[in-house]
């Protein structure tokens, strides 16, 4: 199956910055790997807390359209609150 998350480039970085997002309902992100710069971008939380419920989420190549293009990536990691259904940071790779 195919996933596609609209995202944007993030400018502020850091502990306070991510804290704003995140009462935002949004979802600090980074895109990173061998012979790229890593991105910071963030995106909305609804957009990623009903497919990250299927198991080929994690194992399947996503689509990131990020500004316009599309990225092609997949999920390193993924930080979730400890007792709410909360995303709060995932780590993506460079497919």
């Known amino acids: 199956m195919s996933y596609t998350i609209a995202a944007q480039v993030r400018t502020e970085i850091g502990k306070g910055s991510s804290r704003r997002l ?8 980074v895109i990173y790997g061998p ?8 995106f909305d ?3 990623i807390i009903n497919i990250q419920e299927n ?4 194992t399947s190549t ?15 990691a993924m930080q979730r609150h400890a007792f709410k259904p909360l995303i709060e940071h995932v ?5």
Do not use: C, M, Q
């Open 22 to 29: 995140r009462h935002a309902d949004k979802v600090p992100a």
């Open 35 to 42: 012979g790229k710069e890593p991105v910071a971008i963030v």
């Open 45 to 47: 939380h609804k957009d």
């Open 55 to 58: 198991e080929d989420f994690y």
């Open 62 to 76: 996503l689509t990131i359209n990020l500004d316009g293009s599309d990225v092609k990536v997949s999920v390193k």
């Open 91 to 95: 780590d993506f790779t460079y497919a």
